[in-house]
T-cell receptor, first 113, second 112 residues
Framework: DQQVKQNSPSLSVQEGRISILNCDYT??????FLWYKKYPAEGPTFLIS?????DKNEDGRFTVFLNKSAKHLSLHIVPSQPGDSAVYFC????????????FGDGTTLTVKP | NAGVTQTPKFRILKIGQSMTLQCAQD?????MYWYRQDPGMGLKLIYY???????DKGEVPNGYNVSRSTTEDFPLRLELAAPSQTSVYFC???????????FGDGTRLSIL
């Protein structure tokens, strides 16, 4: 049972515009969320995280928003750049003693020049 | 600064063959993980380890085995390869269970 869902398999935006990637979760006990970015033929790399005690975390062009009542988080990239074209995964740890996390299926972002 | 190193990068196996996917990390992380990623899907946990000598099953362990004799190495063994094991395999590590994971670049495995 997948506990985090990314309902948009792909997203295409123009360079300079905002990219918004969405993730929904079902388990209200999740207290920490992460976004990973993956280029072809490479492993995922950590991008940004958010704790459930916050509703926003910002790192440069990347901002993650958390809406606990809606069980929804989103990643905003502003402004989008062609180098941001990648697959983005949201993830949530569900057993930190074991280090277990559940991952969404990913959203492929394409930023057009 | 190597991070997590996986070998080989690509491999083709015949049905019924066996092989070991190698994973090594140089960050002195306690936690290590093996995932598989099928096309269009997220990462599924195969096995994990919270320290040397300690391993346990993840979501999809059938057909695989692991060992963790040192902090650095976490090999994944496939016995009697089956076409359903065609996938991309990622090894990852983290210092604790609640910190971001560091991933290798993956092993693309095809079983024919």
């Amino acid at each position: 049972d997948q506990q985090v869902k990314q309902n948009s398999p792909s997203l295409s935006v123009q360079e300079g515009r905002i990219s918004i990637l969405n993730c929904d979760y079902t388990n209200s006990m999740f207290d920490y969320f992460l976004w990973y970015k993956k280029y072809p033929a490479e492993g995922p790399t950590f991008l940004i995280s958010i704790s459930s005690i916050k509703d926003k975390n910002e790192d440069g062009r990347f901002t993650v928003f958390l809406n606990k009542s809606a069980k929804h988080l989103s990643l905003h990239i502003v402004p989008s750049q062609p180098g941001d074209s990648a697959v983005y995964f949201c993830a949530a740890p569900y057993n930190t003693n074991a280090g277990k996390s559940t991952f969404g299926d990913g959203t492929t972002l394409t930023v057009k020049p | 600064n190597a991070g997590v190193t996986q070998t080989p990068k690509f491999r083709i196996l015949k049905i019924g063959q066996s092989m070991t996917l190698q994973c090594a990390q140089d960050m002195n992380h306690n936690y290590m993980y093996w995932y598989r990623q099928d096309p269009g899907m997220g990462l599924k946990l195969i096995y994990y380890s919270v320290g040397a000598g300690i391993t346990d099953k993840g979501e999809v362990p059938n057909g695989y085995n692991v060992s963790r004799s040192t902090t650095e190495d976490f090999p994944l063994r496939l016995e009697l390869a089956a076409p359903s094991q065609t996938s991309v395999y990622f090894c990852a590590s983290s210092q604790t269970g609640n910190q971001p994971q560091h991933f290798g670049d993956g092993t693309r495995l095809s079983i024919l």
